[in-house]
């Protein structure tokens, strides 16, 4: 048995702070009994306090009312009711994507290495069970994972689609290569994959977004395309729930909606957040900053269309801000810290459905703020 002794520095400072008036020769000749050996100490985690630093993407599950949050450093954060809050962390490596397999427990990450892994979230410490690197040579920019579907789309940086089969791990023979889809009459690369979902109405019809502005609606059985050309880079789509029609949001602040016949030309062309008053002479030649983010939403209590975008403001108003537009009204809310995405909190996990969102989660920068759609103002 060790014993201890010669304790001066720490019973100074104890004698410091409480008071106590021992002489020195009572400090160095107390001495204590050491019992513990080194099989009694574990480092562990025992709790993750704060907000998540360095967030980068977020997802939802609308059964499980749990949301992920993903991080440049490689941790995963999930919440969920009162009591769920669970941290995961993959190897320092950034997440670029994360999305549930909703209502079964599986979460799949996307990290900045192209490793796809699976997560089993069911138990109390959360696991992968599967994990891959993808090996097409091909960084991945954007992935897609259809309600009750068992493959999941990969888009990549060089325009390509292939398809993952979740239960196996293994990339489907089936893909979608970029000069096929942009058809013949057009021999320039199209960018990224930045935009991938299937069409409400017809489960055989994927919608794929391009960087460069092209939007294509491909049938997977006919191997066949519908085009959608714009000129301006493309941010994102939205598809509104009936099927018939889709939005998309681009870089030069403007809103485009596009109806499936007519791909010859846009429906609507418009600067969201422009001073309608001055009309469109002076919207085209404002310069508006990029709308990052865009979905299309019903609202049933007044039968309203709800269009939800980050960004469109004019380019001298940095502040983030998140706008809620319904017919010509639109609410600006602004953020406190840059907004790097949003997610409509609904009920039903069916694209085609039109239950109503009855929230939005805002991720920040150093933030996540969940907003009430339902509620007056």
């Excluded at 690197?133 to 940086?157: C, M, V």
């Amino acid at each position: 048995m060790k014993k201890i002794k010669n304790m001066k520095g720490v019973l100074d400072g104890l004698r410091g702070l409480g008071g106590s008036s021992q002489s020195k020769s009572e400090t160095e000749s107390f001495d204590f009994e050491e019992n513990l050996k080194s099989e009694d100490f574990k480092i562990a985690k025992i709790v993750c306090h704060g907000f998540p630093n360095a967030p980068c993407c977020i997802a939802f599950d609308p059964i499980q009312k749990l949301l992920a949050i993903g991080t440049k450093h490689g941790s995963i954060r999930i919440l969920g009711q009162s009591g769920v809050d669970c941290n995961l962390s993959l190897d320092k490596e950034a997440i670029k994507q994360l999305i549930f397999i909703i209502n079964e427990g599986g979460l799949i990450s996307i990290a900045s290495n192209n490793t796809i892994s699976l997560w089993t979230i069911r138990q109390k410490e959360p696991t992968i069970t599967m994990q891959m690197q993808f090996t097409k040579r091909e960084d991945i920019s954007h992935a897609y994972l259809p309600f009750q579907s068992k493959f999941i789309y990969i888009g990549t940086n060089q325009g390509n689609v292939y398809l993952l089969n979740i239960e196996s791990f293994k990339v489907s023979g089936y893909d979608i290569k970029w000069n096929k889809a942009i058809g013949m009459r057009d021999s320039n690369h199209p960018g990224a994959v930045i935009h991938l979902s299937e069409c409400p109405s017809d489960q055989s019809k994927l919608l794929i977004g391009f960087r460069k502005g092209l939007t294509v609606l491909w049938d997977l059985h006919k191997r066949d395309a519908v085009r959608f050309r714009h000129t301006e880079d493309l941010c994102s789509v939205a598809w509104h729930w009936e099927g018939r029609a889709f939005a998309c949001s681009h870089i030069d602040g403007s809103l485009l909606k596009w109806t499936v016949k007519t791909p010859q030309k846009p429906t609507e062309h418009f600067f969201p957040r422009a001073d309608l008053t001055e009309g469109d002479s002076a919207a085209a030649a404002a310069s508006f900053r990029p709308i990052s983010r865009v979905s299309w939403l019903s609202r049933k209590q007044d039968k309203a269309e709800l269009l939800l975008f980050t960004g469109g403001g004019p380019q001298e108003l940095p502040q983030p801000c998140l706008n809620i537009q319904a017919g010509r009204h639109i609410d600006v809310l602004m953020m406190e810290h840059a907004i790097i995405d949003i997610v409509p909190l609904c009920e039903s996990p069916f694209v085609n459905d039109s239950s109503e969102a009855y929230a939005v989660a805002v991720l920040q920068q150093n933030d996540l703020t969940v907003i009430d759609l339902l509620s007056d103002g």
